[in-house]
Nanobody
Framework: QVRLVESGGGLVQAGGSLRLSCAASGSIFSIIYMGWFRQGPGKPRELVAHITSSGNTHYTDSVKGRFTISRDNAKSTWYLQMNSLKSEDTGVYYC?????WGQGTQVTVSS
């Protein structure tokens, strides 16, 4: 079983940056995929970016060129660097390996 804990959210002005962290514990050897998801106000949860164990990455079109997903194997931590933030990036951000979910971290972008 994997436990995931997100951190790094907060309030930022449009155009600003945040870096989210997802710390994993437990059976981390089983993690072959990690995704960052978000749920904006009144919107369904959507996949923002993911990274595989081989390092392949994928981004939803709305964040391409602005967000970067990465991992630090030594720290068992995955990151989402978010630059040039827009108001539509506001939401609760979750990390998930598809089996386990973190509690989420709130990102609010003020315009």
């Amino acid at each position: 079983q994997v436990r995931l804990v997100e951190s790094g959210g907060g309030l930022v002005q449009a155009g600003g940056s945040l870096r989210l962290s997802c710390a994993a514990s437990g059976s981390i050897f089983s993690i072959i995929y990690m995704g960052w998801f978000r749920q904006g106000p009144g919107k369904p949860r959507e996949l923002v970016a993911h990274i595989t164990s081989s390092g392949n990455t994928h981004y939803t079109d709305s964040v391409k060129g602005r967000f970067t997903i990465s991992r630090d194997n030594a720290k068992s931590t995955w990151y989402l660097q978010m630059n040039s933030l827009k108001s539509e990036d506001t939401g609760v951000y979750y990390c998930s390996d598809t089996k386990s979910w973190g509690q989420g971290t709130q990102v609010t972008v003020s315009s």
